[in-house]
């Protein structure tokens, strides 16, 4: 019973708080009079969803299921894939990751615009971004995982006879999975911030990214709120799901008992 109970306060506190919030906002903005142009009511946010429900349909697909996701899943995979390799050669680890965390440094604002050049105003440049920005946190996670695994139980896997491809399928992957799940969550908030801010240096006629610097233009703030509460709330979603995925495959960590 008290599970349930736990369970129920966990999504009721914030919830609540955000509500809060929201009703603070709007009694702020009445109160001192603010000015639409500089912070518009969550009810005029609000009103700006409603009508332009259409356009920001357009703008959520053109960024996140067109560009962020595409590269999250590019991003991820050559991650994954290369810490594979890293691992496998040591010489790789030494010489490889030094170099991977100068790339790893760049400046997204200086990668967008090159992107752009290289893979047009469309959905593609945005990927590209947002592969390169989620690549480095997957090899590192994944990296970190695959030496997870403590000396007893890889010497467990010798006594065995177990070679390097079994040891690394029934232990070493298993033992890195909540490291990878921790370089998704680390994307899923990287590659939304990635695949709207590529859009600043071209796109087309619609994505979120587009939307905030042409209304921001316009001063039509109300509709840059919207968009940015909709990245929000795409981000939050994108982190629970990856979160909700990990609590079902790694059931079996200590960090999910209890």
């Known amino acids: 019973m008290r599970q349930k109970d736990t369970q129920f306060e966990r999504i009721a506190y914030p919830v609540g708080f955000g509500l809060l919030v929201l009703v603070l906002w709007e009694i702020g903005v009445h109160l001192f009079n603010v000015s639409p142009a500089l912070l518009p009511a969550p009810s005029a946010i609000g009103a700006a969803i409603?009508?332009?429900?259409?356009?920001l349909w357009g703008d959520w697909v053109q960024t996140v299921l067109k560009g962020a996701l595409n590269g999250i899943w590019m991003g991820s995979l050559a991650g994954?894939?290369?810490?594979?390799?890293?691992?496998?050669?040591?010489?790789?680890?030494?010489?490889?990751?030094?170099?991977a965390n100068f790339f790893a440094a760049l400046p997204i604002v200086g990668l967008a615009p090159i992107m752009v050049m290289w893979f047009g105003f469309d959905w593609h440049s945005k990927a590209a971004v947002v592969a390169i920005m989620v690549f480095f946190p997957m090899l590192v996670n994944t990296l970190a995982g695959l030496s997870a695994a403590d000396t007893m139980q890889r010497d467990l896997m010798r006594t065995y006879a177990a070679g390097h491809v079994a040891t690394l399928m029934k232990l070493r992957i298993p033992a890195a999975l909540p490291?990878?799940?921790?370089?998704?969550?680390?994307?899923?908030?990287?590659?939304?911030?990635?695949?709207?801010?590529?859009?600043?240096?071209?796109?087309?006629?619609?994505?979120?990214?587009?939307?905030?610097?042409?209304?921001?233009?316009?001063?039509?703030?109300?509709?840059?709120?919207?968009?940015?509460?909709?990245?929000?709330?795409?981000?939050?979603?994108?982190?629970?799901?990856?979160a909700l995925i990990e609590k079902r495959v790694t059931f079996w960590h200590p960090s999910h008992r209890g």
């Open 80 to 99: 994954i894939a290369l810490a594979l390799v890293v691992d496998r050669f040591v010489f790789l680890k030494r010489g490889l990751m030094p170099v």
């Open 179 to 242: 490291f990878v799940f921790t370089g998704l969550k680390i994307s899923t908030t990287l590659a939304l911030i990635g695949a709207i801010v590529a859009e600043y240096f071209g796109s087309p006629i619609r994505g979120m990214g587009f939307r905030i610097t042409t209304e921001m233009g316009r001063l039509a703030t109300d509709m840059v709120w919207a968009e940015i509460f909709i990245s929000a709330l795409t981000g939050t979603a994108l982190y629970g799901l990856v």
């Open 50 to 55: 409603a009508s332009s429900a259409a356009i």
